[in-house]
T-cell receptor, first 114, second 114 residues
Framework: EAAVTQSPRSKVAVTGGKVTLSCHQTNNHDYMYWYRQDTGHGLRLIHYSYVADSTEKGDIPDGYKASRPSQENFSLILELASLSQTAVYFC?????????????FGEGSKLTVL | GQQVKQSSPSLTVQEGGILILNCDYENDMFDYFAWYKKYPDNSPTLLISVRSNVDKREDGRFTVFLNKSGKHFSLHITASQPEDTAVYLCAAGANQGGSAKLIFGEGTKLTVSS
């Protein structure tokens, strides 16, 4: 059973529309992350969170908001979607207590903005 | 600027061959180094990782070498197999409060030809 699940897996949105990507983890991990994947850029960190009700900016936060209502759930919100936000988005969780640094990724959400 | 950089966007090797993937980083504070493997339309998964207190870690056909003074780490794959064909992402991070906040390279697309 997948421990990090994302929804939707695929979405087409219109420019200027609002998009919410959701992530749910059953790993009991404190840390959760949102990355985006673009060809030639690898994975870039958008937002992350280390505790419920708190989020932190990653390396490319502009145009994105994040929400962590509980330990298990972490959402990425695009209030005004733009063409440049077309990408695959990955959610991940990690356990700092384990001190391994390993990220456990969800399956990815493919977003196309038209 | 790119904090973690992979020198080769793509690489091809014959089945059974040895290959080396390279990664350079900028931040002296990084103390955790990892290689993730990603198949098309799948999520990245951890292949092998090492902390800065060692300069080498081996796991079967995969070995990671760390050169802290040169801010460089590499992945060596021996006896390459067709199933090694994938995108390989290097990643590095600093253990800030236990957060596995990883910075990823752009990825190297590896093709193992039979």
């Amino acid at each position: 059973e997948a421990a990090v699940t994302q929804s939707p897996r695929s979405k087409v949105a219109v420019t200027g529309g609002k998009v919410t990507l959701s992530c749910h983890q059953t790993n009991n991990h404190d840390y959760m992350y949102w990355y985006r994947q673009d060809t030639g850029h690898g994975l870039r960190l958008i937002h992350y969170s280390y505790v419920a009700d708190s989020t932190e900016k990653g390396d490319i936060p502009d145009g994105y908001k994040a929400s962590r209502p509980s330990q298990e759930n972490f959402s990425l919100i695009l209030e005004l979607a733009s063409l440049s936000q077309t990408a695959v988005y990955f959610c991940a969780s990690s356990d700092p207590g384990g001190n391994t640094g390993q990220l456990y990724f969800g399956e990815g959400s493919k977003l196309t903005v038209l | 600027g790119q904090q973690v950089k992979q020198s080769s966007p793509s690489l091809t090797v014959q089945e059974g061959g040895i290959l080396i993937l390279n990664c350079d980083y900028e931040n002296d504070m990084f103390d955790y180094f990892a290689w993730y493997k990603k198949y098309p339309d799948n999520s990245p998964t951890l292949l092998i990782s090492v902390r800065s207190n060692v300069d080498k870690r081996e796991d079967g056909r995969f070995t990671v070498f760390l050169n802290k003074s040169g801010k460089h780490f590499s992945l060596h794959i021996t006896a390459s197999q067709p199933e090694d064909t994938a995108v390989y992402l290097c990643a590095a991070g600093a253990n800030q409060g236990g957060s596995a906040k990883l910075i990823f390279g752009e990825g190297t697309k590896l093709t193992v030809s039979s």
